[in-house]
């Protein structure tokens, strides 16, 4: 059973950095696609950055530029550097995973992803 877990969250200021890292655990396959998701009460949860094939990634409009996503395969940990961050960036972050690569369009998408670690939140204050 994959198992994933969040760290790195907190409170900062509007134009502060933080660094998210998701600790991946049970993989039982080669390759995965992985994501950032965000959700804040009462939304939808929203694709924020995906690798989903080879040294391929992708991101939400809002976060271009300011975030980037990264993983080492070694130690099976998936990161989100967030620069810049907007009190719009404060939410519950998550990170996913789903076995295989996957195509663009699905990316960003939470239906495409079957785990889940259990979120991390973000607070950017202005």
């Known amino acids: 059973q994959v198992q994933l877990q969040e760290s790195g969250g907190g409170s900062v200021q509007a134009g502060g950095s933080l660094r998210l890292s998701c600790a991946a655990s049970g993989y039982r396959h080669n390759r995965y696609s992985m994501a950032w998701f965000r959700q804040t009460p009462g939304k939808e949860r929203e694709g924020v950055a995906a690798?989903?094939?080879?040294?391929?990634?992708t991101y939400a409009d809002s976060v271009k530029g300011r975030f980037a996503i990264s993983q080492d395969d070694a130690k099976k940990t998936l990161y989100l550097q967030m620069n810049s961050l907007k009190p719009e960036d404060t939410a519950l972050y998550y990170c996913a995973a789903q076995p295989g690569y996957m195509l663009a369009f699905q990316a960003l998408r939470s239906g495409s992803y079957s785990y889940w670690g259990q979120g991390t939140q973000v607070t950017v204050s202005s």
């Open positions: 690798i989903y094939s080879i040294e391929t990634d």
